[in-house]
């Protein structure tokens, strides 16, 4: 696993080294999920065509504690990214920007997640304790999982 000074310089297209460690201080690990985490990230982003601002992607285990994190997140792995745009995140549009994720995903070869905030959208890959594509909804301040049909 290679580890990498935070700076701008990008990661790749659209996102940089300070999208990943964003929150996060000195040299920080970026391993080959996290790469492809970021491969299929720009393939969404590039289907999307609007910038997504990243909010959360790789954690330390002491931040992610200290933000509250789960301790099997995929933070840690920097397989995980929380983002939002300047649109309103709708049921509706969840569903189409999940299922447009879980075929990205699935083109190569893992399994993603995609959770939704009131304020964004949480999308993961290479997740362990998973054998699907899982999705939840937060809205609420609960966690739901797997609430919609359309994404089974």
């Known amino acids: 696993m290679a580890k990498v000074k935070i700076s701008g310089d990008n ?3 659209h996102f940089t080294f300070s999208d990943y460690g964003k929150n996060q201080t000195g040299t920080i690990p970026i391993g080959s999920s996290a790469l492809l985490h970021a491969q299929c990230l720009e393939e969404f982003r590039e ?3 609007r910038p997504m601002e990243v909010h959360a992607w790789y954690r330390t285990a002491s931040y992610n ?3 509250g994190g789960s301790a099997a ?5 920097g397989t995980a990214t929380d983002w939002n745009t300047n649109i309103e995140i709708t049921k509706e549009k969840f569903i189409k920007y999940a299922t447009k994720w879980k075929e990205i ?3 190569h070869g893992v399994v993603g997640e ?6 964004g959208v949480h999308f993961g890959s290479q997740i362990t ?3 699907k594509f ?3 909804d937060s809205r609420s301040g609960t966690q739901i999982n797997n609430p919609f049909k359309e994404l089974k």
């Open 73 to 77: 997140s995929s933070h840690l792995k």
């Open 11 to 13: 990661l790749t297209k």
């Open 65 to 67: 504690k200290k933000v």
């Open 129 to 131: 304790y998973a054998k």
């Open 47 to 49: 289907w999307l065509g």
């Open 105 to 107: 995903c699935a083109a």
């Open 114 to 119: 995609a959770g939704l905030y009131t304020w």
């Open 134 to 136: 899982y999705h939840w």
